[in-house]
């Protein structure tokens, strides 16, 4: 049986910028907020991190910062997901040398793979590159999802780690969870299915929420791992409305809006993506307040 690459809570981590480039000084800050408040891993440059609009060398100027100054503390999962099978593995080579614990593989989007061509893509990555890998499942973003059966091809492949489900589909998670049993690790995608997905099996989630709640989603995957599902169903009723809101409009518009209200300034949002509506602001505030964060 694999070892998961982590077990728990995994940040999906924004990416702070300035108008010139990476606030570096502030990502350090932000690692260390996620080290003192029971974070397992820290996934650097996927979705939330703002990876689509991010030049290849500050990509890997991130993760290989991200390596050496998590030093072990937490584990360290960088996105590599591309809809280029070759630019994927080049991103897989770069995490691989900067020492990376293993890699976010995103389903090749606007392509539209069929299945077979999902077994080849990341069949090519991982017999090329030792380095543990998530598949990630995310069809509302890329337009392709995975089949179980799919999932289950992949599974025998000793460098395909698990899977980040964030599809929101529980019958593909129980086909899955029966077909791949403890070959094929499984995360939860999305913050409002990690107490369903972990009584089905998951052993953790990559969290958007915890950039700013890292303790409670933390305490949420402890519980749920403990098996005292009384106490996650009140952790995540508590924080159900923010889980909700910080998906009120594109991943990660609400999440770094958020988190400059609270004080991290963390730099704007990259074109495309732009400010929240007036009204949705509105309604985020409310939100965070409602759980006891207190807005700057």
């Known amino acids: 049986m694999k070892e998961p690459i982590f077990t728990g809570s995994a940040t999906a981590l924004v990416t702070p910028y300035t108008e010139t480039g990476v606030d570096f000084e502030k990502f350090k800050q932000l690692l260390d907020f996620q080290y003192a408040n029971g974070t397992s891993a820290v996934i650097i440059s996927g979705t939330t991190g703002e990876c689509c609009t991010q030049p290849v060398e500050e990509h890997a100027a991130l993760i290989d910062f991200a390596c050496k100054y998590v030093a072990g503390r937490m584990k360290v999962v960088a996105g590599v997901g591309s809809n280029c099978t070759i630019s994927a593995y080049e991103l897989a080579c770069c995490a691989k040398d900067s ?60 460098n395909i780690n698990g899977i980040k489900e964030a599809s929101g589909n529980f019958s593909l998670l129980s086909r899955t969870r029966y077909l ?52 996650a169903r009140a952790t995540h009723m508590k924080y159900a409305d923010l889980f909700s809101r910080l998906f009120i409009e594109t991943n990660p518009i609400p999440i770094k809006t958020a988190m400059n209200l609270l004080g ?15 009204e949705n602001l509105e309604i985020l505030k409310a939100s965070l307040t409602n759980v006891g964060l207190e807005l700057k």
């Open 99 to 158: 020492g990376a614990d293993g890699i976010l593989m995103v389903t090749p989007y606007y392509n539209k793979s069929t299945q077979r061509g999902l077994i080849a893509h990341y069949t090519y990555v991982a017999d090329r590159v030792d380095i543990p890998i998530i598949l990630y499942n995310v069809p509302s973003r890329t337009g392709i999802g995975f089949q179980a059966e799919t999932y289950k091809a992949l599974s025998s492949h000793p």
């Open 180 to 231: 791949c049993g403890d070959d094929l690790w499984i995360w939860s995608g999305n913050d409002d299915d990690t107490l369903g997905m972990m009584a089905m099996g998951a052993i953790g989630v990559i969290s958007v929420a915890s950039n700013i709640v890292p303790r409670a989603v933390a305490d949420l995957c402890a519980q749920c791992l403990a098996g005292d599902f009384a106490a």
């Open 264 to 278: 991290w300034n963390v730099g704007k949002l990259r074109l495309p993506l732009v400010d929240m509506a007036p």
